[in-house]
């Protein structure tokens, strides 16, 4: 029977350090899950300082738990297996491994289309994550149930205390991102259910944004012109801001207030989590982006980090029961 269920996702554009705070609590659960996207995402995790890098395999696996990718992921199964073989390597139990019978397989023809098609307009990871999603739409979709030994494949119940893995972020949503500057899946917790679980279950909702805003892949509202900002450039050395799938440089931006709210306030976060403020205390520039009117951003700047943070955190205190946490990027949470 399964107990409770918590979610930990992204609440911006992705690459908000979710992967370092799953991995910090997921000792804590029974079962991690990954309920979205495939080969697009890059998850960074350091075990007694050494660094792990994963793209589809939830972090469970690094703590020695049932780790579930399912139904509505998308596999590349030579990625996959690389990834076993890489995490076996490494000395951790790929048993606990397991995919949904009903996950959808990427293709050769998926990626080429992405490749040609996709990547050179929306800037796209190149996985064939679309192509693929619009295939399962069509019902002409390839199991994984078809392609992978039963050693790897699951379809139990999920039992216990369970953790969520999103992938990809709010402003990617399928639903509720910038469309079409999106991923093909969806994001949100609400999605999270795909996994097999009421969502009367949901205990905690855990959304964890950064206190500047990145974008890998085109998208109108970091345009062209802050590739010549100096401070953001500053922001992204400093932040390490390259692309762990494509080793892209990442776009930066002032955090945009108004959009992390109505991500909280969608997702129906109770706990929030800003990571990467000592990169913004480094660069001393307290910044924050309120809407965009008819002549360009407004701009909110403080003195210092401890006024901007009580701005924040009064501004999300509306729509977020819980804490709103402020975290660095090496300390730990
Ligand atoms: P796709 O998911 O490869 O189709 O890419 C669609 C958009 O989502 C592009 O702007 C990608 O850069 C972005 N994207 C996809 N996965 C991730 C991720 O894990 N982190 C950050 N951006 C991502
Ligand atoms: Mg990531």
């Known amino acids: 029977m399964i107990n409770y269920v918590d979610i930990i996702f992204g ?10 705070i799953s991995n910090a609590i997921s000792k804590n659960y029974d079962i991690i899950c990954r309920w979205n996207g495939g080969p697009n995402a890059g998850h960074t995790v350091y075990i007694n300082d050494k660094k792990y890098k994963t793209h589809i395999i939830p972090c469970g696996v690094f703590q020695n ?15 996959f297996f690389d990834e076993i073989d890489y995490l076996k390597k490494e000395g951790f139990d790929t048993s606990l491994i397991k995919v949904s019978p009903r996950a959808n397989i990427i293709t050769e023809k998926h990626i080429q289309y992405d490749l040609k098609f996709l990547k050179p307009k929306l800037g796209t990871t190149g996985q064939g994550i679309a192509p693929c999603y619009a295939d399962k739409a069509l019902r002409v979709g390839k199991l994984a149930k078809d392609y992978l030994d039963k050693q790897y494949l699951w379809d139990g119940e999920l039992y216990g205390n369970i953790l969520c893995e999103g992938a990809q972020s709010f402003w990617l949503d399928l639903n509720y991102g910038d469309y079409p500057y999106v991923t093909s899946s969806e994001t949100l917790p609400y999605s999270a259910c ?51 799938t494509t080793g892209r440089k990442r776009i930066a931006n002032w955090l ?33 982006i309120l809407d965009n ?35 660095g990027n090496r300390s730990n949470i």
């Open 11 to 20: 609440l911006a554009w992705g690459d908000e350090g979710k992967g370092k």
């Open 65 to 79: 738990k049932l780790s579930v990718i399912g139904p509505n992921c998308v596999i590349n199964i030579d990625k």
């Open 194 to 244: 795909s996994l097999g679980f009421s969502p009367k279950k949901i205990k905690d909702i855990i959304g964890v944004a950064k206190i500047y805003d990145t974008k890998s892949g085109v998208d109108p509202l970091f345009p062209e012109s802050l590739w010549s900002n100096e401070d953001l450039n500053k922001i992204i050395d400093l932040g390490k801001e390259y692309g762990s």
């Open 256 to 288: 945009r207030l108004n959009h992390l709210k109505r991500a909280v306030k969608i997702s129906g976060t109770n706990k929030v989590i800003i990571n990467k403020c000592d990169i913004i205390e480094e660069v001393n520039i307290y910044k924050l």
């Open 293 to 327: 009117d008819k002549d360009g951003p407004n701009f909110i700047q403080f003195n210092d980090f401890k006024s901007m943070k009580e701005y924040i955190t009064n501004e999300i205190k509306e729509y977020c029961e819980g804490e709103v946490v402020f975290s």
